[in-house]
């Protein structure tokens, strides 16, 4: 079982940063993909971003260039930066851990994002 917990959210005006945090209660050393999804009010959860164990990332259209993951192994923690927000980049924004086996597939509570115009 893992359990992911984040941090970081908060209420920013558009053009402002912020840097979310995933803390997770085993190593990442060896998880496939690690990323991180959000869910604006009324929507379906989207895919945000995603890094793999190699370090391989991979962004949605609407955050590249704008948003940047990485993963600190020794902390057992991923990093979401935010730059450059915008009032649509408001909702949960949601850690998950994904191995090959698609039984290996947790979620954390998820953290709230609100970007004012």
């Known amino acids: 079982q893992v359990q992911l917990v984040e941090s970081g959210g908060g209420l920013v005006q558009a053009g402002g940063s912020l840097r979310l945090s995933c803390a997770a209660s085993?190593?990442?050393?060896?998880?496939?993909?690690m990323g991180w999804y959000r869910q604006a009010p009324g929507k379906q959860r989207e895919f945000v971003a995603t890094?793999?164990?190699?370090?391989?990332?991979n962004y949605a259209d609407s955050v590249k260039g704008r948003f940047t993951i990485s993963r600190d192994n020794a902390n057992n923690t991923v990093y979401l930066q935010m730059n450059s927000l915008k009032p649509e980049d408001t909702a949960v924004y949601y850690c998950?851990?994904?191995?090959?086996?698609?039984?290996?597939?947790?979620w954390g509570q998820g953290t709230q994002v609100t970007v004012s115009s």
């Open positions: 890094i793999t164990k190699g370090g391989n990332t």
């Open positions: 085993v190593s990442i050393f060896s998880i496939t993909y």
């Open positions: 998950n851990a994904r191995g090959l086996n698609p039984t290996y597939n947790y």
